[in-house]
């Protein structure tokens, strides 16, 4: 795993071919992103940043936001076209994009299982679905908004497998407000 990265230092660059649609780029001069580094597809609180994402495509009208999964290709390419998905969704089942950008693994799994705020937004969370969880079931999410110069302008990463990053932030990151 990479160190953790800052606001200002260069995105580490790459091109990926999406579950569907055209390949994307991220790093050097390029368009503004942001990159959402959820689990896999079966978690309830992937799924509920993911549909909101979705929603809010609109606004986000203008910022390349690639999301990434832990999922196979082959779980992803039944997952997008139910959900009707408009924005990429790349795969990383080898986790080498997570370790590009320092997207660790929550080190107090078993605590962070027990922990009531988290369990508590569980109910809600579950509203937008569960599907077959599968291994690595203790990734952190994260969150990186990429300037068009490719510098970082926002970094995030969970401090457990219950947090998720807020898109309203990522948003005025991306359009400099």
Not at 115 to 135: C, E, I, Q, T, V
Request: one cysteine or more; proline letters at 9%; aromatic letters at 8%.
């Amino acid at each position: 795993m990479s160190e953790a990265l800052r606001p200002g230092d260069p995105a580490p660059p790459f091109q990926i071919q999406p579950v569907f649609g055209l390949p994307v780029r991220v790093g050097g001069a390029g368009p503004r992103s942001i990159l959402v580094f959820l689990r896999g597809l079966g978690s309830p609180s992937t799924r509920k940043m993911l549909s909101e994402i979705q929603a809010r495509h609109q606004e986000l009208d203008g910022i390349q936001v690639v999301q990434f999964t832990t999922s196979t290709l082959e779980l992803a390419q039944d997952y997008v076209p139910r959900n009707h998905m408009l924005l990429p969704l790349v795969t990383d089942a080898e986790l080498r994009h997570y370790a590009a950008y320092g997207v660790g693994r929550d080190r107090g799994f078993m605590k962070t299982l027990l922990d009531l705020p988290g369990l508590a937004s569980m109910p809600a969370r579950l509203a937008f679905g569960l599907g077959a969880h599968h291994p690595p079931y203790d990734q952190l999410p994260a969150a990186f908004v990429v300037g068009a110069d490719g510098g970082l302008r926002y970094c995030w990463t969970g401090r457990s497998i219950w947090d998720l990053p807020d898109l309203d932030v990522l948003i005025a990151a991306a359009l400099d407000r």
